[in-house]
């Protein structure tokens, strides 16, 4: 037994040195400027994790948690929260395979097994050199070009497993290896496509805001603002535009939600946590057309009454960060944000924020937890964010997709927006194309388009003259179909009409030659492996989902196996505490729907090992 | 203030319920229905996490969390239906899939709300495996607490507590998913973090994922040395908290039981810690009175409740000024015992083994602080002691709850011993000493006497009323013949961190502040038995008022004996010698 008496002090823990704790508090300080007053433990834990070599060592992070004021052991609950930060010691270079839907179907599991042989480790290991970090991570946002990996802030596509030796060498060499390999771009008009959110991206200079504006860029906030805000949440109202972020909450209402509160403060906050896998759609508009979210803010902010505005950017997304902080830097030059925008009296401004590495931060409460420099667990609701949000304010919540919306629908009027689409569902959708098909990429259809339009007219078919295996569409938290499905209009009563997920609009194609049950098993640890941990269903309910898959995939299911499956399923819709949980189940459900016989076959062909003696 | 009724129909029955309350308050205050919850601990922790009081609410997709979830005007609530006890069943399951299947042997089985749980809920069988590859270590690094990872639920209620009612946040929860756990900064230990051991975290555990260090069987083992002399001492709140472990209604007094049993079980004598108490009233009542004189550092703070003397030593060392160097009651018992009463006695002090029961784990930790060696550092001269002889002044603690185990053990009917008393010299006591156990008590006692030393007259109403009961902040002026002093108590450390701010700030307006570390101070400590009832502690402090208005002497500076030790031993209060045996210095902890 140690007595203790004085503070103990670890073992093998260095103490900092005076210039260190100088230029952790140099640190801090500049977060505070960055954040007009307020702080953001992400991006001062990445900057803090960049000068120690890719981890935060225990002194530091104490002496962080010391500057920020916040306890230790809260802190760490933050850091260890977040995959993209470390306190374990990592390589110089982190190299994050991304193993989500997308990049499974394109040869993940083959590209893990490359890296693991090249380098000689395990995932979450280092090589002994101190050279690279090899880590797992859920949908990078890259599944127009999967297989894909990042290298610390560099993305690589298209990846076969022989162009890995010379990825890893240039690497170790220092060259910058150019990594424009995972550019999704985005092609000429294709027939049927109609584009309103993607109707500058890949046409203009992302970082220029003068070709913003040379295509009317700003002139629906000029008309915004020679209008009252009620005047403006009505159009929005009157459009019917939906969420486009996967829920389809009438957007216009949410807005009136917000307009009709009163507070000292109000937020307006652009949720591109976009995380979803098969999804990125978000990314080509940040990265492609920046300042329509930028515009499209400031107009939401006027519409409501907030002065301040947010964008919470997942942290992979380095250069959507890079552009949308560009693009509000140039727009403040400008006098389109700030103090008295364009002298109407408006004064609004926009900050950035950066994601570190968790799906569950695109629920609307665990993005606004994560902002305020917690976990990102979710909030029970109601009160929901339009009442009680970010620090505790009416806040306004809405997708990069839906606001990138608003400036076309107040320039030509509710009534052209509601002319595009389906009755349920006005507007176009931009579905995120990806897997065992011709053209992968993002395509914009009006509301109603089938999925054989989607992947044979956009898509171009099922690669070297396959058959379709099974579509998932929505992405992990939407559904699984066979083809049956191929002719069905897509819009937000599809789910309520077929068992159809739209979500965030991920079209993911699996020839026949996938087997479903090793993808299911991938969707089941990306459950697993997301899930915050807070509540009991989701947190230990879906690692018993994917015990059960993978008890299936090896063939050693007991015979109370899929009523096992079949009870946790509604479990988790049925107690999950958010969103997370709820939608986990989709994908299984609906693959024990369309594809009972793969689950029977499996049972059928399993031995239970003999039970060895547990405790 | 009105609050608007709504009706909420329950279970087919209509009940009028006041707007605001969760379902889970409508359904068991109102309805008589008992939702089963484990993450719920009311005002302090309302998470939502275990998903144990699920209902289901018409018109909603999914079932509800009763405790979160409030009432509504129409709502219509099921709180037993299949789907409801299903999903509450299989979530039970799920926690139970990977928990240590070992309630035979683990601390907690008799009072495991998860345990009892799973009763009520009917689970017979898990059907889920275990998920989880390893066992994890234990957290061993305190001397107070030890921590089971693998039988903690996720609950969080030990969080909630440390932070909002301790503002100590020594642990979070740290990962993610099912890697999740309750932990210190990176993992380090209760023991080398802000810890300060005053084990409310193991009061609200509901599994046994927290215990206090075991020191029962070093206990048993001295008992059964020939060799040594083992004496005991027991808390003033400790008396009447024991009952409870044998089944007597809170807030009974087993003072008499209590010293029975232990004397049963091979004690040689069987003392009060309400005996130093009284000298503690001496010692800190003249540093009280020295600091007015002299114009010393005002406000003096109390001493005693070592919880919080390592909190004012981690976050507020700028403050140590102000704390008594008094020794707590405990340690002043151990000290004295093995120099007045072994000197006395005749006995070699490296015999006597001081045992202390106490309704705290704190005093775990404070009696292995280095300062705690008076007695050898008296004796090492006289008897010429080598260095590796040294020894602690007192040498174990058993908190209330590990007494009761050990009486157990020993296989005594506790509720039908007789009565008795507590041995001479060091087993009489006064009023003021028992309510020690009290928040305000120590407040109290030092008024009592403050006032007549001070003012040469008799107090003529001994109850300071405003002191008294369970607000977390208490302040009055007492008028000492002329001289207004101002004082304050607070208990719990949340309300202790509001008066020590004002300090810092220079603000605080008071002369003597008391703070207890506990809710409701020593009463509610964390070495208490767990209690559900959401009234023991005004049962408790019932008790301790009872005990104190039954006592023939209440005043600290009468009671015969302390005067005798005085007279025989210390010469007067705040002699030299006795700040040598009964004084103590702090560090400060705030080093990172």
Request: hydrophobic share 40%; proline share 5%; with cysteine.
């Amino acid at each position: 037994m140690k007595v203790n008496g004085t503070v103990p002090v670890v073992e093998g823990q260095p103490v900092l040195s005076d210039e260190e704790k100088l230029s952790l508090r140099n640190i801090v300080e500049a977060d505070r400027t960055n954040h007009a007053g307020r702080q953001s433990y992400m991006d001062i834990l990445f900057e803090v994790q960049k000068r120690y070599g890719n981890h935060i060592p225990q002194a530091v992070l104490g002496e962080v948690a010391h500057l920020v004021g916040t306890p230790p052991a809260q802190i760490d609950g933050f850091v260890s929260f977040y995959t993209m930060l470390s306190t374990r010691p990592r390589g110089k270079h982190v190299i994050r395979v991304c193993t989500s839907g997308p990049c499974h179907i394109a040869g993940a599991p083959a590209v893990v097994g490359e890296l693991k042989k090249l380098l000689g480790i395990d995932l979450g290991e280092t090589t002994s050199d101190g050279m690279f970090t090899l880590e797992a991570s859920s949908c990078l946002g890259l599944c127009g070009a999967s297989p894909a990996l990042m290298i610390d802030d560099y993305a690589y596509g298209n990846l076969a497993t022989g162009d890995l030796v010379r990825i890893l060498d240039a690497k170790r060499s220092g060259w910058p290896l150019d990594s424009s390999s995972t550019k999704t771009t985005v092609k000429d008009t294709i027939k049927g496509e109609q584009r309103i959110v993607l109707r500058n991206a890949g046409l203009i200079d992302p970082e220029n805001i003068n070709e913003y504006i040379a295509r009317d860029g700003y002139a629906a906030l000029k008309k915004a603002l020679s209008m009252t805000p009620a005047e403006v949440v009505q159009i929005v109202v009157d459009s019917k535009l939906q969420g486009r972020g996967g829920a389809g909450f009438p957007t216009g209402m949410k807005w009136s939600f917000v307009a009709r509160e009163q507070s000292d403060e109000k937020y307006v906050i652009c949720n591109a946590d976009e995380g979803e896998p098969g999804t990125f759609k978000d990314r080509l508009i940040l990265e492609g057309d920046p300042h329509s979210i930028v515009e499209s803010m400031a107009i939401a902010g006027y519409a409501v009454g907030a002065r301040i505005g947010i964008v919470y950017i997942r942290g992979e997304y380095v250069l959507s960060i890079a552009r949308v902080k560009k693009a509000i830097s140039d727009a403040r030059a400008q006098g389109l944000l700030g103090e008295n925008i364009l002298g109407k009296g408006f004064s609004f401004d926009i900050e950035v924020y950066s994601g570190g590495g968790a799906y569950v931060c695109g629920e609307e409460f665990a993005l606004l937890e994560s902002i305020e420099n917690k976990r990102g667990t979710p909030r029970s609701k109601p009160p929901f964010p339009p009442e009680k949000g970010l620090f505790g304010k009416p806040t306004l919540i809405n997708n990069v997709e839906t606001l990138a919306n608003i400036p076309p629908i107040l320039q030509k009027g509710s009534e052209w927006f509601k002319s595009i689409g389906t009755p349920s569902s006005t507007g176009t959708k931009v579905f995120s194309l990806s897997g065992d098909i011709v053209n992968r990429g993002a395509v914009e259809a009006p509301f109603g388009v089938t999925l054989r339009q989607i992947i044979e007219d956009f898509g171009g078919g099922v690669r070297d003259g396959k058959r379709i295996g099974f579509i998932q569409t929505g992405g992990s938290a939407g559904t699984v179909l066979s083809s049956k499905y191929l002719d069905i209009p897509l819009d937000f009563a599809s789910m309520k009409a077929y068992n159809v997920s739209i979500g965030s609009g991920v079209v993911l194609v699996a020839s026949e030659d996938v087997p479903l049950l090793p993808f299911l098993d991938e969707v089941a640890h990306f459950f697993h492996h997301e899930s915050c941990g807070k509540c009991t269903p989701c947190r230990e309910g879906t690692l018993q989902v994917k015990a059960i898959i993978d008890s299936l995939v090896n063939r050693t299911a007991d015979p109370q196996a899929l009523s096992r499956l079949h009870k946790l399923l509604d479990l988790l819709v049925d107690t999950s505490f958010c969103g997370l949980g709820q939608a986990a189940p989709l994908a299984f459900d609906s693959a024990l729907r369309n594809f009972p016989e793969i689950f029977e076959q499996a049972l059928g062909e399993s031995h239970a090992p003999e039970a060895c003696g547990e405790e | 203030m009105e609050t608007r009724l709504l009706t909420v129909k329950i279970n087919g029955r209509d009940y009028q319920v006041p707007e605001g309350i969760s379902i889970l308050k409508a359904a068991r205050d109102y309805a008589g229905i008992n939702v089963p919850t484990l993450c719920y601990l009311e005002g302090i922790s309302e998470e939502g996490a275990c998903a144990l009081c699920v209902v289901e609410v018409k018109g909603a997709r999914n079932l509800q969390r009763a405790c979160v979830v409030k009432v509504a005007e129409g709502m219509e609530v099921l709180t037993s239906t299949p789907r409801v006890r299903d999903a509450r069943k299989l979530n039970m399951e799920l926690l139970l899939a990977n928990h240590p299947k070992d309630c035979f042997t683990c601390d907690k089985s008799e009072i495991c709300e998860l345990r009892g749980l799973a009763a009520d809920l009917g689970v017979r069988e898990v059907e889920f495996t275990r998920t989880r590859k390893e066992w994890l270590p234990f957290d061993e690094t305190s001397l107070s607490l030890v921590r089971d990872p693998n039988k903690c639920v996720l609950c969080r209620r030990c969080i909630s507590v440390c932070a909002k009612i301790q503002s100590v946040n020594a642990i979070d929860v740290v990962g993610r998913s099912s890697d999740s756990a309750v932990s210190t900064f990176f993992n380090a230990g209760l023991g080398n973090v802000e810890c300060v051991n005053c084990g409310q975290c193991l009061q609200v555990c509901p599994t046994g994922a927290i215990t206090e260090r075991d020191e029962i069987p070093m206990v048993w083992k001295a008992l059964g040395d020939a060799d040594k002399v083992v004496v005991v001492q027991t808390a003033p709140a400790v008396r009447v908290a024991i009952g409870e472990e044998f089944g007597m209604p809170g807030g009974t007094q087993a003072t008499g039981k209590m010293a029975a049993a232990l004397r049963r079980m091979g004690f040689a004598k069987v003392f009060d810690t309400d005996f130093t108490a009284d000298l503690t009233i001496m010692e800190e009542g003249y540093e009280l009175i020295g600091r007015l004189k002299n114009g010393g550092t005002l406000p003096l703070i109390t001493s005693c409740s070592p919880g919080w003397v390592k909190f004012a030593e981690t976050f507020f060392p700028k403050v140590l000024d102000h704390v008594s160097s008094c020794k707590s009651p405990q340690q002043m018992f151990g000290t004295v015992t093995k120099t007045y009463w072994a000197e006395k006695m005749g006995i070699d002090p490296r015999k006597v083994v001081v045992v202390s029961i106490m309704p705290c784990t704190a005093k775990k930790f404070e009696k292995e602080r280095p300062e705690m060696k008076s007695a050898f550092h008296y004796w090492k001269d006289k008897m010429g002691l080598r260095d590796d002889e040294v020894f602690n002044d007192v040498d174990y603690v058993l908190t209330t709850r590990e007494a009761a185990q050990m009486i157990r053990e020993a296989g005594l009917d506790f509720v039908h011993l007789p009565d008795e008393d507590f041995d001479k010299p060091l087993g009489e006591s006064t009023g003021a000493a028992v309510i020690f156990g009290a928040t305000g008590g120590v407040m109290e006692a030092a008024l009592r006497t403050a006032y007549e030393v001070v003012t040469g007259k008799t107090l003529a109403k001994l109850d300071f009323m405003d002191v008294r009961g369970l607000e977390g902040i208490k302040a009055t002026d007492v008028d000492l013949d002329g001289t207004t002093l101002k004082v304050a108590v607070a208990n719990g450390l949340g309300n202790a961190r509001v008066l020590m701010e004002q300090i810092e700030r220079g603000e605080s307006p008071y002369h003597f502040i008391e703070i207890m570390c506990c809710p409701g101070g020593c009463l509610g400590g964390g070495g208490q038995p767990i209690s559900h009832d959401p009234d023991i502690k005004k049962k408790r402090a019932s008790a301790i008022y009872r005990e104190d208005a039954g006592k023939p002497i209440r005043k600290s500076h009468e009671n015969s004996e302390v005067q005798q030790i005085y007279k025989e031993f210390f010469g007067e209060p705040n002699s030299e010698k006795a700040h040598h045996l009964l004084h103590t210095e702090y560090c400060d902890r705030s080093c990172k």
